[in-house]
């Protein structure tokens, strides 16, 4: 009876083997079309101060802003993914980033571009960055694949960022500068269809047997209930081990669904449940997970709460590259194709460390943890090096070593935290998580572009990311070791039990 509710419960919640694959298929053209646009914005920035005769740290703080309300609002979205539907949502963001680009086109003055380019299309892409690796983790819930269609998914900002620097001069060379924007609309304008992929699954009424014995289907339909929602409150908190005081809020948040139906004292027949497990894709209705439990959660979840402090300090350094590498590298002598070349490097890269932690992971001994931590690692070397290493190759060999450590630590959002958190809480965790990297990155191009004019170099600014990355590293070892804790059973409050699969 187990396997079989057990089994009824993954096909209803991953939906059909062709449809998940579609979900996945425009999930990842999402990514590519919307976020691999802002990890091209370094594109626009020579771009951008030629066409409005600004200093750097004004067209800074217009790819700042992108990136920060992008990231900023993820929190916002996550809860109302949630509350709502992700189609819905997704719709919703999808008109934002066409609007957006298409009234960056007519804009006269870098304030007005602050907030087309910025606030507008950043609060489209929001929505779309949770959405897609939302619905993609609940398709393939229960799935030993998981993790890997998780970095693969992850890998569509660095294919987008790879092609973006190629189309972008391309089409400011034929078109001119609002030329860029209302192709770019264009293209964006494709994700209407491909969010309207993303529909609820359908959860077929399930009907179970029936028992002569009419005195106790009331205690018989509570434990079939209970073992169905087991291994989703194991993987609501900390991978197999949980306070008891978190059993109880779950509980609480199911207790309408395990009350038997009015007419099953009748004919002694076991209620019909219509909704096993009810998820962030069947909209309004859900009734699995409150809002409030699940963030009070995730906010209880030591593990993540310091990983989330980490990536707030490792994460920024990614809006900094990704804005002034084309800047970085006329800056050694480059010329404006050469400098495109070491954006496209950065992303190609990058787009190969995504598709890392899957595949890490699986090794014997790896911790969940240990990913970021090698991404820390890595990112720290790069850095240094392209701070002090002479000649051009040596710089593209350090931008490769950089956008490989952020491909690693951006799938880690993805990666790790589902690990961290199960799918259940997955939307309201990167959304956390987007929330904290929005703020550092909203901060952190304005004050790299305002020391760059002052100094006239970027050796600060890069000396300045590479404190940030030490400091991202203790948080993260850190983390680590309280999962160890956890793992052998040693919580630094209160009681713990192991919950059996």
């Given at each position: 009876m187990l396997i079989n509710h057990m089994c009824l419960r993954t096909e209803i919640q991953n939906g059909s083997s062709v449809h998940r694959w579609l979900v996945f298929m425009s999930s990842y053209l999402v990514v590519v079309i919307n976020i691999g646009f802002a990890f091209s914005v370094g594109s626009l920035f020579v771009i951008i101060i030629r066409r409005f005769n600004t200093t750097r740290a004004e067209a800074a703080t217009i790819q700042s802003t992108l990136g920060g309300v992008l990231l900023c609002s993820g929190i916002f979205f996550g809860a109302l993914i949630h509350k709502t539907s992700v189609r819905a949502v997704s719709l919703f963001g999808s008109l934002m980033v066409f609007v957006g680009f298409v009234s960056s086109a007519f804009v006269t003055s870098p304030s007005v571009l602050i907030v087309t380019l910025g606030v507008i299309v950043g609060l489209g892409m929001s929505p779309l960055l949770i959405s897609s690796v939302s619905v993609?983790?609940?398709?393939?819930?229960?799935?030993?694949?998981?993790?890997?269609?998780?970095?693969?998914?992850?890998t569509g900002s660095a294919t987008g960022g790879s092609i973006y620097p190629f189309i972008i001069p391309w089409l400011d060379d034929l078109y001119g500068y609002p030329g860029i924007f209302l192709i770019c609309g264009a293209v964006s304008s494709n994700t209407f269809a491909l969010v309207t992929l993303w529909a609820p699954v359908e959860q077929p009424s399930v009907k179970t047997?029936?028992?002569?014995?009419?005195?106790?289907?009331?205690?018989?339909?509570?434990?079939?209930?209970?073992?169905?929602?087991?291994?989703?409150?194991?993987?609501?908190?900390?991978?197999?081990?949980?306070?008891?005081?978190?059993?109880?809020?779950?509980?609480?948040?199911?207790?309408?669904?395990?009350?038997?139906?009015?007419?099953?004292?009748?004919?002694?027949?076991?209620?019909?449940?219509?909704?096993?497990?009810?998820?962030?894709?069947?909209?309004?209705?859900?009734?699995?997970?409150?809002?409030?439990?699940?963030?009070?959660?995730?906010?209880?979840?030591?593990?993540?709460?310091?990983?989330?402090?980490?990536?707030?300090?490792?994460?920024?350094?990614?809006?900094?590259?990704?804005?002034?590498?084309?800047?970085?590298?006329?800056?050694?002598?480059?010329?404006?194709?050469?400098a495109s070349f070491g954006l496209i490097a950065l992303n190609l890269c990058g787009g190969l460390g995504r598709l890392s932690p899957g595949f890490i992971m699986k090794i014997p001994g790896m911790t969940t943890?240990?990913?970021?931590?090698?991404?820390?690692?890595?990112?720290?070397?790069?850095?240094?090096?392209?701070?002090?290493?002479?000649?051009?190759?040596?710089?593209?060999?350090?931008?490769?070593?950089?956008?490989?450590?952020?491909?690693?630590?951006?799938?880690?959002?993805?990666?790790?935290?589902?690990?961290?958190?199960?799918?259940?809480?997955?939307?309201?965790?990167?959304?956390?998580?987007?929330?904290?990297?929005?703020?550092?990155?909203?901060?952190?191009?304005?004050?790299?572009?305002?020391?760059?004019?002052?100094?006239?170099g970027y050796k600060l600014p890069l000396l300045a990311a590479f404190g940030t990355v030490c400091v991202a590293l203790a948080f993260m070892c850190i983390s680590n070791k309280l999962q160890a804790k956890i793992s052998r059973g040693e919580t630094l409050s209160g009681e713990t039990i192991n919950v059996p699969v």
């Open positions: 993609t983790a609940k398709h393939f819930d229960g799935h030993g694949q998981l993790l890997v269609i998780l970095s693969v998914l992850s047997k029936q028992t002569a014995t009419t005195g106790h289907h009331k205690e018989i339909n509570r434990i079939n209930v209970s073992v169905v929602t087991v291994p989703d409150i194991r993987l609501a908190c900390d991978n197999s081990k949980f306070k008891i005081d978190d059993i109880a809020s779950d509980q609480a948040d199911n207790q309408t669904r395990t009350e038997p139906s009015s007419n099953a004292g009748v004919n002694g027949t076991m209620q019909t449940v219509d909704s096993l497990d009810n998820n962030i894709l069947t909209g309004p209705k859900s009734t699995d997970l409150t809002l409030r439990s699940s963030m009070h959660c995730l906010f209880r979840n030591k593990v993540f709460m310091v990983f989330v402090a980490g990536l707030a300090f490792a994460l920024p350094i990614i809006n900094i590259f990704t804005a002034f590498i084309v800047d970085l590298y006329q800056d050694r002598g480059s010329t404006n194709k050469e943890l240990g990913v970021p931590i090698i991404a820390c690692v890595l990112l720290g070397i790069g850095i240094v090096c392209a701070v002090f290493v002479p000649g051009i190759s040596l710089l593209i060999l350090s931008s490769c070593v950089i956008g490989f450590a952020i491909g690693i630590l951006v799938a880690s959002i993805n990666v790790t935290t589902a690990s961290l958190v199960g799918t259940k809480h997955l939307g309201n965790a990167i959304g956390i998580i987007c929330t904290m990297h929005g703020i550092g990155t909203a901060i952190s191009g304005h004050v790299a572009g305002y020391v760059r004019d002052v100094t006239s």
